[in-house]
């Protein structure tokens, strides 16, 4: 469905110091009826990929092609079998529920008893029927989404392009969203989702871990989490901060990772374990628990964005 090869997208004048690159050679191929998550923070180039991919802006080098179509020679008809949702709300704010979708339906020329008949069963799919005379401007955020959906799925598209889809809306909202993807997955539509939440990656079939405009990693969120050198362990401390410091001296602790009430600590195997609460026991850091915990995905991505940095930092050393 979508094939990339080194697809490349900067801003600002060539030659000038302030020129950014948002994707750096991204190489991706993303098949037919794939649930692919492209994950990553702020600024990682996943919204520039995308509307790459939606021929809103043209690539700076590299090239990508959708059901064998060029994104740039060709863009207007990818746009025929596309649905593109962007991050943020896209849609006429004065307009009704109804007169948004009619809107877009004239768009895409659906017309008569398929345009009635297509608009009624998108009210139904996202439970929006009661809302459809309210200006889009007074829906919340998760009804706002599913109305931007709604429109992105229109002219029945093959392949759906979702930029942050569940951001800013409530925990309930994410679910429900998450329950009509999955509904739409399942029906053979191709879908590209980019998020920062690790949690939905791992509704994934595949997810591309990006950083920094760099492609990271890509396979599966079970693979994924076998990149992760070592084991994880879980400790529950008195002074989390000083015990954080403390293991960061040792040099066979791989990575520490604080979260809430709970540190994890990346060693290599399980022939740590003692050490570790040596260790701690010798700084008076009381131990509530010290246990072995499953890898996430968001400890994978942490791993690997520090371990990025170090060799970054190493190669500017050594150019410098």
Same mark, same amino acid.
């Given at each position: =469905?979508? *094939?990339?090869?080194? $697809?490349?997208?900067?801003f600002?004048?060539?030659?000038?110091? !302030?020129? /950014?690159?948002? &994707?750096?050679?991204?190489?991706?191929?993303?098949?037919?009826?794939?649930?692919?998550?492209?994950?990553?923070?702020?600024?990682?180039g996943?919204?520039t990929?995308?509307?790459?991919?939606?021929?809103i802006?043209?690539p700076?080098?590299?090239?990508?092609?959708?059901?064998?179509?060029?994104i740039?020679?060709?863009?207007?008809?990818?746009?025929?079998?596309?649905?593109? =949702?962007? *991050?943020?709300?896209? $849609?006429?704010?004065?307009?009704?529920?109804?007169?948004n979708? !009619?809107? /877009?339906?004239? &768009?895409?020329?659906?017309?008569?008893?398929?345009?009635?008949?297509?608009?009624?069963?998108?009210?139904?799919?996202?439970?929006?029927?009661?809302?459809?005379?309210?200006?889009?401007?007074h829906l919340?955020?998760?009804?706002?989404?599913?109305l931007?959906?709604?429109?992105?799925?229109?002219?029945?598209?093959?392949?759906?392009?979702?930029?942050?889809?569940?951001?800013?809306?409530?925990?309930?909202?994410?679910?429900?969203?998450?329950?009509?993807?999955?509904?739409?997955?399942?029906?053979?539509?191709?879908?590209?989702?980019?998020?920062?939440?690790?949690?939905?990656?791992?509704?994934?079939?595949?997810?591309?871990?990006?950083?920094?405009?760099?492609?990271?990693?890509?396979?599966?969120?079970?693979?994924?989490?076998?990149?992760?050198?070592?084991?994880?362990?879980?400790?529950?401390?008195?002074?989390?901060?000083?015990?954080?410091?403390?293991?960061?001296?040792?040099?066979?602790?791989?990575?520490?990772?604080?979260?809430?009430?709970?540190?994890?600590?990346?060693?290599?195997?399980?022939?740590?374990?003692?050490?570790l609460?040596?260790?701690?026991?010798?700084?008076d850091?009381?131990?509530?628990?010290?246990?072995?915990?499953?890898?996430?995905?968001?400890?994978?991505?942490?791993?690997?964005?520090r371990?990025?940095?170090?060799?970054?930092?190493?190669?500017?050393?050594?150019?410098?």
């Amino acid at each position: =469905m979508i *094939q990339t090869h080194r $697809l490349s997208r900067t801003f600002g004048k060539r030659l000038r110091r !302030n020129q /950014i690159t948002a &994707v750096d050679s991204l190489s991706l191929t993303i098949p037919q009826g794939e649930l692919f998550g492209l994950v990553g923070p702020d600024g990682a180039g996943k919204t520039t990929t995308l509307r790459m991919l939606a021929g809103i802006l043209k690539p700076t080098t590299g090239n990508a092609t959708i059901s064998d179509h060029d994104i740039v020679d060709e863009a207007e008809t990818i746009k025929q079998s596309l649905g593109y =949702m962007p *991050q943020q709300f896209g $849609l006429y704010q004065d307009l009704t529920v109804d007169e948004n979708l !009619n809107f /877009i339906c004239d &768009v895409f020329n659906v017309v008569g008893a398929a345009r009635e008949h297509r608009i009624h069963e998108l009210l139904d799919f996202t439970n929006l029927h009661e809302f459809r005379q309210r200006r889009s401007k007074h829906l919340s955020g998760g009804m706002q989404k599913k109305l931007g959906l709604s429109a992105a799925l229109v002219h029945k598209p093959n392949l759906l392009l979702l930029d942050e889809p569940t951001t800013g809306v409530d925990p309930v909202a994410r679910r429900e969203f998450w329950d009509i993807l999955t509904e739409l997955h399942a029906s053979g539509s191709t879908i590209v989702v980019s998020t920062p939440y690790m949690d939905e990656a791992e509704r994934c079939n595949r997810v591309g871990l990006m950083y920094e405009g760099k492609l990271m990693a890509c396979d599966t969120p079970l693979k994924l989490k076998q990149l992760l050198p070592g084991v994880v362990y879980a400790l529950r401390a008195d002074d989390l901060l000083r015990a954080e410091r403390i293991l960061k001296t040792n040099a066979s602790v791989l990575d520490v990772q604080p979260y809430g009430d709970i540190l994890n600590i990346i060693v290599p195997d399980e022939s740590h374990h003692r050490q570790l609460k040596e260790q701690l026991s010798q700084h008076d850091i009381t131990i509530h628990s010290l246990r072995p915990t499953p890898p996430r995905l968001e400890e994978v991505f942490i791993y690997l964005v520090r371990q990025y940095r170090k060799d970054s930092n190493l190669q500017q050393e050594q150019f410098a």
